[in-house]
């Protein structure tokens, strides 16, 4: 038994499909409508005005692109930082591009939908029909559907900030421990030279009868002690250079430096209370999503097809009611509480992060300078030991034990500047600072 369609539906339905085609604009594809052909500068005007809108309504993506980098142009840092953002591949690039076309479909949704409406009549007849429904009264879901999707739009703008920044941090921590080890072999490799100097002068001793053959010993296993430490920095240089070569569209072996980054953690929100904050909105109008698809809505629809043409006002509600249905409003409700309890706790924790990193600034600072007197005051004692031992007051151990003491105190100082260093920039990125919210 066949099927039959009859033309007239057919019409309606083939007319109906080519007036929408024309309203489509652009394709995924890049393909242009003939019905609206545009030029890609009005593309991409088009574009540029509706991210404008974007950050004029929205808070967060207005304090997000009004963010500067703390690395000051043309320092080191800026210098690693710059090539390393440029090979970026910024997956979460992606997901805001996909949230930004939710949130612009999601703006039209208060339009009337039009689709095809068949039904199977009878065995023989199928017709063909073509609805149309406008929602009259909805609880305020339309609304609702509208601020979820700018709230996810903000909470992707959020990400893909963290991401950048987070990219950024990984890069200087792997330049920091490259300069860090490449400093460090400078010093042993100074200490190693001293330290064969000291090696020749007890094996002429020994030569000569006057010291024993264990102070030679113990001086060569020394020496042993730095060409492995030696080895290791060099090794330690190459893997970190290596990795961050691997992140940068251009070798990076030859800058060198520290840059001195002045951060403060009043500067800027937080990014994580950023995102717990549009994860709260998006939370919250979730849930009043979900609350008006428990209450009765209504809408009107209207009919056009073989059969004639009508108009209706239905009421109904997306769910059915039944006895959970108050515990399930209740829940609702409850989950508004938690967005934003969830934002305090996410708030309370970034405060304890930052004064964490705040203390700890302030403590290496002084520890950097306790280090750099300690360190002079090793090479006073290393400078007055070797004079009494020209003058035959001193043994060769003697200086030996004092220039160890010299050369650690000179390790630690290298460690400790570089330990600073990285806390600032970890601070930074905390903040979202370690690059431009514009260039994002």
Known sequence: MGQRVTTKGLLVVCVTSLSLAGCMGTSDGGEVSRFLAKSPEAVASGEATARQKEAANSQIITALQARRSVLPAGSAFDRVARPVLAANSRAAESDLRSARLRAAAASKNWLPRIGPNISLTSLSDVVAQILVEQVLFDNGRKKAERAFAAADVEAAAVTLADDTNQRVLTALGLYLDAAEARERV???????????????????????????????????????????????????????????????????????????????????????????????????????????????????????????????????????????????????????????????QTQEDTDRQLRRLGQRLSALARQVGEAASLTAQAKTNLDLFQQQYDAGQRQVMDVVGVYETFAARQTAAVGLKYELALTRLEMARTLGLLADGSQI
Not at 274 to 290: F, P, S, T, V
Not at 310 to 331: C, E, F, M, P, R
Request: aromatic content about 2%; charged content about 25%.
């Open 186 to 344: 400078a010093l042993e490799g100074r200490t190693m030279k001293d330290m064969q100097h000291f090696e020749w002068i007890m094996n002429e001793r020994v030569k000569g009868g006057v010291s024993d053959m264990s102070d030679l010993n113990v001086i060569r296993a020394k020496l042993a002690e730095i060409r492995a430490t030696l080895a290791a920095q060099q090794e330690a240089a190459s893997t970190a250079l290596a990795e961050l070569n691997a992140m940068s569209v251009e070798p990076l072996n030859m800058v060198e430096g520290l840059t001195d980054v002045q951060v403060n953690a009043t500067t800027a929100q937080p990014l994580d209370v950023m995102l717990a904050e549009a994860e709260r909105d998006r939370d919250i109008a979730g849930a009043k999503i979900a609350r008006a698809g428990f209450l009765p809505g209504v809408k009107a629809s209207g009919t056009l097809g073989d059969d004639g043409s009508g108009i209706g006002v239905n009421v109904g509600s997306d769910q059915l009611l039944g006895l959970g249905t108050g515990a399930s409003l209740k829940a609702i409700e409850a989950e508004k509480e938690a967005a934003s309890r969830r934002v305090a």
